[in-house]
């Protein structure tokens, strides 16, 4: 099939960037989005053009590396799918597709559709941990958690990181990413010695990162390629509550 | 160069906790006057980094990706074995040792398979502490499966995505001590060379991969985890990125490198749908449980497989393997696959692919119970060939998945340069010549939380307590030839992409140095190899510049050490007159074609040391001692 892409080229952070148009012959519906990039890559370095910078690795969905914006939905079209994933035959002969990179003044632009999530690590080096050490730990069996709340856990810790939801929120909030760490440590026993603080913490940095705040579009939930539920909002929001009144935290 | 394996004297049960009391100490208050280089931030990497800034070292942690969580180490799926016997069901470290020893088809190391089974059992509390949503029962306890090369369950596991917790944990306590002030983690940056100083590592060299700015960074040790080669394939199930380099440029600057030519196949994966294919995705091996494995009995038979009647199609598996049939291991029911395609029966639009069919099962339990047992994996299917596996049947194909060759260490995990340490897929030391399922994991954890930290201080204890710098002049000599290889790069400015020669080499490497090879095919790769190398460095486009983001120079410098590896790999596997494992000679197969081990001559590990570019390294051989378990050949009929 043949695409027509408008692609945001941008040389660097301070850079100006804009939209280039390139047209694609003989794209493969069996192709990953990716693998559709990469033969436009190989087509531009042959005619000595620069090729369009993207992060990716795994390429099976799981690393939360690569991510962008395609016609206004991070990820693109399909549910529950990383760009990586997605497949051409998401498209039609003689579309016209729209790639951005993640738009957040907390993701400065790297280069095209490359972004800078480190404030994502930096949220967690506020607290999106146990702190413990190795070693000196009691058997793993010797606190056992009833079923349902390790789901509900789990549920929480499948989060990959890629940042879709701060892309798809008019707030660019980082609430889904933040609370998915907190629902994850905060359901399960060995993360209730902290789970005020954690609260707090976090909450403070995703602030200080330049993230909005939620306001219940529920648009990060719908984006999100692991299909996380702002119900960890809920409780992210009654932990802070909660610590703020009984275990505040100065910093 | 001599190759000391350290093991320690005594009985195999009390080695380690004996070797531990040894081995040297470093105070408390010193400890902080010591500074370690970690390089990549996977199960090994990240562990490693978070423990030793635990005990007091001041760490420099480095990965290549945008974060320390994405290493690739977060796509394993299955879980990961340790000998806790939660089961009652006889399992214990002694059983777990034996396995993996067999599994490996006696290639390993005795005295640290037997550590990595006792350490296996702290693994798991290690990660529970840590927040690790392992699967569990109802009475809220652990839950385990059973996985291949075992007669007894004991891999725990989270959903399919077992990797990715454990990194999670792992990543988690990293930035914990990041958050401390004891790690500095520096992400996007690659290590391109390491530094020695009077024979001993003393540091390294990375480029900025955002500013493309060349560094250099001072340690008192640096530890290597920077995974496996399978990318010398192009095509594996490896992450895109995931390279040989920081072990080669080791190897290069001296340290052994053993058993390179030991790769694993994983016999289930979606097959190549085009030239455009850029990775391979894993399909999870428990579909052979249910699925018949099929070709069509005569060649180039393209009819649909609805119309391909009963006694037309050839159960391939089940006739050559009557007993173990379609859960035959791995590398058999890899290179059955490969037997049948090259006969020029295999199926799909390119011919290289058989059939994974799973009508007979449906046919007996219903479709709703095959839903029930592999829906995530039919879904993932579907999503990427467009073909719904309940009404056709899968298409699968093998894949380069894991190295067990990579950097030789001795028991404390040294290489063989002084104060470089190899940990994980890096280094070559537990797996043998074949992998089990859910090993890696634990080999990871096991080098990272718990080997690395005690071994370590032992070669810290004789260096002085001085803060190390990057003024010697061979931080500069070493940032000189980085900078100026990369420009070399650049400077071709040929008519090929970098893409173009690694398709090129991967295609090589599959075809002769795969799933089975021979001396003739061996033998060509080796003159064909260095040929690609000069067309490589002749007419090799790389666009950009070198001190601004550059993947295309990124990727550059990964195939030109690729471009030199596979010769190694090759050399290796022509080297070993023997089919072991992961490694198939097809002029040492019984009548049946079974694989036919010389443990009499080749009962030993395969050290090699670099001699030069185009030369040919020096063999060196460790003889593997075998004095617990007897060496038998493993029978699948």
Do not use: I, P
């Given at each position: 099939m043949k695409l027509k892409l408008h692609i945001w080229r941008q040389a660097g952070p301070e850079a100006p960037g804009k939209f280039h148009v390139y047209e694609m012959d003989d794209v493969s519906p069996d192709m990953s989005f990716l693998e559709m990039l990469d033969v436009l890559n190989e087509n531009l370095q042959e005619k000595n053009e620069e090729p369009v910078t993207f992060d990716h690795d795994c390429r099976e969905g799981i690393c939360g590396t690569c991510g962008m914006v395609i016609n206004g939905a991070p990820h693109g079209p399909q549910k529950l799918t990383t760009t990586c994933q997605l497949h051409m035959r998401s498209f039609k002969d003689g579309d016209e597709l729209w790639l951005e990179p993640w738009r957040a003044s907390a993701f400065p632009v790297v280069k095209d559709l490359m972004v800078d999530r480190s404030a994502f690590d930096r949220i967690i080096n506020a607290g999106g941990y146990v702190s413990v050490n190795t070693g000196g730990i009691v058997d793993a069996n010797a606190i056992p958690i009833q079923k349902h709340v390790a789901d509900q856990a789990f549920d929480a810790a499948t989060c990959i990181g890629c940042g879709a939801c701060v892309a798809a929120c008019p707030n660019a909030s980082a609430s889904l990413f933040t609370s998915a760490k907190m629902g994850h440590l905060g359901l399960l026993p060995q993360g209730q010695p902290e789970r005020l603080s954690r609260a707090q913490n976090m909450v403070a940095q995703m602030d200080d990162e330049g993230f909005g705040h939620c306001t219940n579009h529920g648009e990060c939930e719908a984006a999100c390629p692991k299909g996380i539920s702002i119900d960890f909002i809920a409780m992210m929001n009654r932990d802070l509550t909660k610590g703020v009144t009984k275990e505040p935290v100065t910093r | 160069m001599k190759l000391e394996s350290n093991i320690p004297d005594g009985p195999l049960a009390e080695k380690w906790d004996k070797h531990k009391f040894d081995l040297k100490l470093v105070n408390p208050a010193n400890k902080r006057k010591y500074t370690v280089i970690v390089v990549g931030t996977g199960l090994a990497g990240a562990s490693a980094a978070a423990t030793l800034s635990e005990l007091g070292y001041n760490v420099k942690a480095f990965c290549y990706q945008d974060s320390a969580r994405r290493a690739h180490s977060i796509a394993a799926q299955g879980g990961i074995n340790a000998a806790k016997n939660y089961q009652n069901d006889g399992d214990s470290v002694w059983r777990l040792f034996y396995d993996t020893v067999k599994g490996g088809d006696f290639r390993a190391r005795e005295a640290n398979v037997y550590r990595l089974s006792q350490v296996s059992v702290n693994i798991i509390d290690q990660c529970v502490a840590q927040g690790v949503p392992f699967a569990r029962e109802y009475g809220g306890l652990l839950d385990n499966r059973s996985f291949g090369?075992?007669?007894?369950?004991?891999t725990f596991y989270a959903r399919g995505q077992t990797g990715q917790q454990l990194l999670l944990g792992a990543y988690q306590a990293l930035q914990k001590q990041v958050a401390k002030g004891g790690v500095e983690l520096h992400t996007r940056h690659e290590m391109l060379d390491v530094v020695l100083v009077d024979g001993e590592a003393r540091g390294i060299v990375t480029r900025d991969?955002?500013?493309?700015k060349i560094e250099s960074h001072a340690a008192h040790a640096v530890c290597l985890a920077t995974g496996g080669y399978g990318n010398v394939f192009f095509l594996?199930?490896?992450?895109?990125?995931?390279?040989?380099t920081a072990a080669y440029r080791a190897y290069k600057h001296g340290a052994a490198f053993a058993n390179p030519c030991y790769t694993q196949i994983h016999p289930t994966c979606i097959p190549v749908s085009g030239d455009h294919q850029s990775k391979l995705t894993l399909m999870s091996e428990s579909l052979r449980n249910d699925g018949r494995v099929w070709v069509p009995k005569a060649k180039g038979d393209t009819r649909p497989p609805h119309e391909i009647p009963e006694d037309e199609r050839d159960y391939y598996l089940e006739r050559k393997y009557p007993s173990f049939g379609n859960l035959s291991p791995r590398d058999i029911a890899s290179r059955s696959a490969k037997e049948a395609c090259d006969e020029g029966r295999g199926v799909g639009p390119s011919g290289y692919g058989v059939y994974l069919d799973f009508r007979d099962a449906i046919n007996r339990l219903g479709e709703d119970a095959i839903r029930a047992r592999y829906g995530n994996l039919f879904e993932m299917y579907e999503r990427i060939t467009d073909e719904n596996p309940y009404q056709v049947p899968m298409r699968i194909y093998p894949a380069v998945h894991y190295t067990m060759g990579g950097l030789w260490v001795d028991y404390n995990l040294m290489t063989s340069i002084p104060g470089l340490y190899a940990l994980g897929e890096a280094?070559?030391?537990?797996?043998?010549a074949n992998r089990l399922g859910a090993s890696a994991l634990m080999q990871g954890l096991a080098d990272g939380y718990f080997v690395i930290p005690a071994t370590i201080n032992d070669y810290l204890a004789r260096q002085k307590p001085v803060p190390v710098t990057t003024d010697a002049a061979e931080f500069k000599e070493a940032e000189r030839r980085v900078t100026e290889h990369n420009q070399k790069l650049l400077d071709v400015?040929?008519?090929?992409?970098v893409d173009s020669f690694h398709k090129e080499l991967g295609k090589i490497m599959w075809e002769k140095c795969g799933m089975a090879r021979n001396k003739e095919g061996l033998e060509w790769a080796l003159k064909r190899i260095p040929e690609l190398r000069e067309e490589f460095w002749r007419d090799v486009k790389v666009l950009g510049a070198a001190e601004t983001t550059n993947q295309s120079l990124e990727k550059a410098g990964r195939v030109a050490d690729f471009m030199e590896f596979g010769e190694l790999m090759c050399l290796d596997a022509l080297e070993r007159e023997e089919s072991c494992g992961g490694h198939f000679r097809e002029?040492?197969?019984?009548?049946?074609?079974e694989a036919k081990r010389n443990d009499a001559d080749f009962a030993y590990v395969s050290a090699w040391e670099f001699k030069g570019v185009g030369e040919r390294p020096a063999l060196h051989k460790e003889q593997l001692e075998f004095e617990n378990v007897e060496l038998a050949t493993r029978s699948y009929k």
């Open positions: - | 090369g075992a007669q007894v369950s004991r991969l955002v500013s493309g594996s199930t490896n992450a895109m990125n995931c390279n040989v280094n070559f030391s537990d797996h043998g400015n040929g008519s090929r992409t002029e040492h197969q019984t009548d049946e074609g």
